[in-house]
């Protein structure tokens, strides 16, 4: 599976952004993914993760309200899209697949098996 992230950029606090994540090299529709972001000198963390169907998904409770996940399975590409955004959002987001699972793939990072090269998102003040 390879996974092609992009979207990311400059943005003021209280504004939007769409990440979008190309996949392709197996069946889209057949496992499950998800979104992480590393801010400087941070340890990367879950964002949001959806089901196969994109009708199940999670979201961490520090963007709970703001950010949507969701999936196009006829495009093979899955999205984040990111609202009312603070400057604590600036980071390097990841999109990332677990194959073997259909379902959550889980919070932690280990858990996915393959993951895109990353997206900078800077929100300024």
């Known amino acids: 599976v390879q996974l092609q992230a992009s979207g990311g950029g400059l943005v003021q606090a209280g504004g939007s952004l769409r990440l979008s994540c190309a996949a392709s090299?197996?069946?889209?529709?057949?496992?499950?993914m998800g979104w992480f972001r590393q801010a400087p000198g941070k340890e990367r963390e879950f964002v949001a993760a959806?089901?196969?169907?994109?009708?199940?998904?999670y979201i961490a409770d520090s963007v709970k309200g703001r950010f949507t996940i969701s999936r196009d399975n006829a495009k093979n590409t899955l999205y984040l899209q990111m609202n009312s955004l603070k400057p604590e959002d600036t980071a390097v987001y990841y999109c990332?697949?677990?194959?073997?699972?259909?379902?959550?793939?889980?919070?932690?990072?280990?858990?996915?098996?393959?993951w895109g090269q990353g997206t900078l998102v800077t929100v300024s003040s």
């Open positions: 990332a697949a677990d194959i073997g699972s259909r379902y959550f793939a889980g919070w932690e990072g280990h858990e996915y098996d393959y």
């Open positions: 090299g197996r069946t889209f529709g057949g496992y499950a």
């Open positions: 959806i089901i196969w169907s994109g009708g199940v998904t």
